[in-house]
Nanobody, 125 residues
């Protein structure tokens, strides 16, 4: 059973940066595709960024150029570097993974096998 644990959320002013981490245990050997989702109050959960086992990345249009998804394989950690944060980025951010390959597109929430517990990101104006 895979376990995902996020950390790194917090409060920041608009224009600031945060780096989210997702610790993967026992390891990501069975995971083809990983990503980050977010859910703001009163809104549906939406995909933010995707990283395939082959290193392909995909981003939602609203974070393109501001967020970067990377993976540290030896440490079994997935990161989301978030720069130029905006108040509308305020949400709970979830790490997610699937054992299925996803070809050159964003992960969809219905495809997820494993979810983290989420970490709160709050951006003030």
């Amino acid at each position: 059973q895979v376990r995902l644990v996020e950390s790194g959320g917090g409060s920041v002013q608009a224009g600031g940066s945060l780096k989210l981490s997702c610790a993967i245990s026992p390891n990501r050997a069975s995971l083809f595709t990983m990503g980050w989702f977010r859910q703001a109050p009163g809104k549906e959960r939406e995909g933010v960024a995707t990283l395939t086992s082959g290193g392909y990345t995909a981003y939602a249009e609203f974070v393109q150029g501001r967020f970067t998804i990377v993976r540290d394989d030896p440490a079994n950690i997935l990161y989301l570097q978030m720069n130029s944060l905006k108040p509308e980025d305020t949400a709970i951010y979830y790490c997610a993974a699937t054992s299925r390959p996803v070809i050159r597109r964003q992960l969809r929430s219905g495809e997820i096998d494993y979810w983290g517990q989420g970490t709160q990101v709050t951006v003030s104006s």
